[in-house]
T-cell receptor, first 110, second 113 residues
Framework: QKEVEQDPGPLSVPEGAIVSLNCTYS??????FMWYRQYSRKGPELLMY????GNKEDGRFTAQVDKSSKYISLFIRDSQPSDSATYLC??????????FGKGTSLLVTP | DVKVTQSSRYLVKRTGEKVFLECVQD?????MFWYRQDPGLGLRLIYF???????EKGDIPEGYSVSREKKERFSLILESASTNQTSMYLC????????????FGPGTRLTVL
């Protein structure tokens, strides 16, 4: 079983919708949780970074961590066509690397 | 502004050729990474380096080697390219810890014919 699971989608929503993106993980020792956004033909870039449980908000984006369920979410409010991208969750690995989910492809239609 | 650059955006090679992919970062980062990204498989770590001349195998190192002679430069080498190595290759760097932000380059789309 892969340590990080993420539904690849694609997920298509109308502009203005609330989007929920999710990942599950198996290693209860994970403490750091990240969301990266990747636009087409570009490298991923860090969007949100959360330590341990709870919520973190940044503008229209909210990252949520539920360690008891080993479940993390990214919510996008008032979604825009410019939010169309692939969203990858990531968690720390032992050593230097990160565990990435496979990414969820999101399309926001005008 | 942080920057990770990769030598080519698109590359076409023949089966059996030796292929070099170069990555340069200007952030004085300790760690550098090579990933490949394929539809349905996500990002898979090939190799990473935590210091000059140091390297660690990732999840899929077979068929690849790496070189880090200078802190800012990390090269991925395909000794004898095969068609199943057709992929998007992404380089990344991070400061020191596994929890530090990884900064990615724009990627190299490699096609092996």
């Amino acid at each position: 079983q892969k340590e990080v699971e993420q539904d690849p989608g694609p997920l298509s929503v109308p502009e203005g919708a609330i989007v929920s993106l999710n990942c599950t993980y198996s290693n209860s020792a994970f403490q750091y949780f990240m969301w990266y956004r990747q636009y087409s033909r570009k490298g991923p870039e860090l969007l949100m970074y959360t330590y341990s449980s709870g919520n973190k908000e940044d503008g229209r984006f909210t990252a949520q961590v539920d360690k008891s369920s080993k479940y993390i979410s990214l919510f996008i409010r008032d979604s825009q066509p410019s939010d169309s991208a692939t969203y990858l969750c990531a968690m720390e690995n032992s050593g230097y690397a990160l565990n990435f989910g496979k990414g969820t492809s999101l399309l926001v239609t005008p | 502004d942080v920057k990770v650059t990769q030598s080519s955006r698109y590359l076409v090679k023949r089966t059996g050729e030796k292929v070099f992919l170069e990555c340069v970062q200007d952030m004085d980062h300790e760690n550098m990474f090579w990933y490949r990204q394929d539809p349905g498989l996500g990002l898979r770590l090939i190799y990473f380096s935590y210091d000059v001349k140091m390297k660690e195998k990732g999840d899929i190192p077979e068929g690849y080697s790496v070189s880090r002679e200078k802190k800012e430069r990390f090269s991925l080498i395909l000794e004898s390219a095969s068609t199943n190595q057709t992929s998007m290759y992404l380089c990344a760097s991070s400061f020191r810890q596994s929890t530090d932000t990884q900064y990615f380059g724009p990627g190299t789309r490699l096609t092996v014919l």
